[in-house]
């Protein structure tokens, strides 16, 4: 795809003098390495500009009104502000200026979205050596709007085959990557179980065959082995079904959130018996999305506020939602004995634990889970918490579209 861009950019540039001098790029990004990554593969092209980090709406504001810049690059995710919303801001306070989507993480249907919407273009951020030349290709477009009809005619001509390939090359990766991880997960789901299977069988051979003859000692290295396999057994499960997450197409339709509520604590009415839990249920949205896998997120969520609230004699769980002008943010909180923000990333990170398994079952996957579901869904999770005072993890959904739009 590089190779691609830039042969495009040869058709229009010589030597780059149709892009402006001292150009001013507004980067909304709330990670400074990201931005120092961004500015440092610009400046490498050889690019000469300034550029400003922001990070909230006020600022992206401010400077759009006082400093009116020759490009807009915007992460997706920030903490209160995604680039969907500062797209529609964009296009009314400045709609001739270029706005790309700069981001770790973005489905699909998301960047089909962006599209439609009016963003220039969106780049993954594992692949910014392509982003130099989609910015001058950008430029040039910018430029190339006081033109006449004829030649924006061309322009637009050029930059749909453009479009075009880079569709047909991330749709190309995306098939491949899929390949990939059916390869995985049928030798993960086939070729390691035999294997534990025959330890754990002959373990228990063993065990039956050596009946009265093992003292403690060796009888509690039999126990350990049969355990042992019996984890990786669920972990092979969890990371199974971890990939099948990534793989299942979605089935996108109108989701009533508060029925899926209702169905999620009925399959965990067995779980809240001899329990104490006061409920605090607020009105959750209508969204699109896909109902199974937003259900299985839910799941996941109230499941862990059910783990973790354990140690209280009264657990308090609360389920609601608040919006922003683009999206909905769904939460659940509890009353928990919550963890420490400095290790919250590793949360949601594939078998990744802040509590010893010991004390709290699980094999640290459902959090996972939880955020490639609603990344698949175009939104994001975060977590907020403290040690001994409860946790509230939250995930963002684009709001429904308008009545008939499906």
């Given amino acids: 795809m590089h190779e691609y861009v830039a042969w495009v950019a040869g058709l229009f540039w010589d030597n780059d003098r149709s892009v402006k001098e001292n150009l001013f790029i507004l980067v909304l990004e709330d990670d400074v390495a990201d931005y120092l990554l961004i500015s440092r593969e610009l400046r490498q092209s050889g690019l000469a500009f300034e550029s400003k980090q922001v990070e909230t709406k006020d600022a992206f504001l401010h400077e759009l009104q006082e400093h ?7 992460d997706h995710g920030l903490h209160d502000f995604d680039s969907f919303s500062a797209l529609a801001v964009a296009r009314q306070q400045a709609p001739r200026v270029p706005f790309i989507i700069v981001t770790g993480s973005l489905s699909e249907e998301a960047v089909s979205r962006a599209a439609k919407s009016g963003a220039t273009d969106c780049i993954p951020k594992h692949r910014l050596a392509d982003l130099a030349p989609v910015v001058r290709f950008a430029l040039h477009q910018a430029e190339a709007r006081s033109t006449t009809p004829e030649d924006a005619a061309s322009k637009a001509e050029e930059r749909s085959l453009y479009l075009e390939e880079q569709l047909a090359q991330r749709t190309a990766q995306l098939e491949s990557v899929n390949h990939e991880l059916e390869s995985f997960s049928y030798s993960v789901s ?58 299942a197409p979605m089935q996108r339709s109108r989701v009533n959130m508060e029925s899926l509520l209702r169905g999620v604590l009925h399959d965990l009415r067995y779980d809240l ?6 409920w605090v249920i607020g009105g959750l949205p209508e969204v699109i999305g896909d109902a199974t896998l937003l259900r299985q997120a839910l799941l996941n969520l109230i499941s862990n506020a059910l783990k973790y609230t354990r140690p209280r004699e009264l657990a308090r769980i609360e389920i609601g939602s608040t919006s922003t002008t683009s999206e909905n943010i769904f939460f659940v909180r509890d009353n928990g004995i919550g963890f420490d923000m400095r290790y919250a990333e590793k949360l949601f990170g594939v078998f990744q634990r802040l509590h010893g398994s010991a004390e709290y079952e699980g094999v640290g996957i459902g959090l996972a889970n939880t955020r490639r579901i609603i990344q698949r869904h175009g939104g994001k999770c975060w977590a907020d918490a403290a040690p001994d005072r409860g946790a509230t993890f939250y995930f963002s959904l684009q709001k429904s579209e308008p009545t008939g739009a499906l």
């Fill in 68 to 74: 009116p810049p020759d490009l807009i690059l915007c």
């Fill in 190 to 247: 086939h070729d390691l179980r035999a294997p534990l299977r025959h330890i754990d069988g002959f373990a228990d051979l063993l065990r039956q065959g050596l009946r009265g003859k093992l003292d403690p000692v060796n009888e509690e290295y039999l126990r350990i082995i049969s355990q042992s396999t019996r984890q990786m057994s669920k972990l092979i499960d969890a990371l199974v079904a971890y990939s099948r997450i990534a793989r």
């Fill in 273 to 278: 018996e001899s329990r104490k839990i006061e």
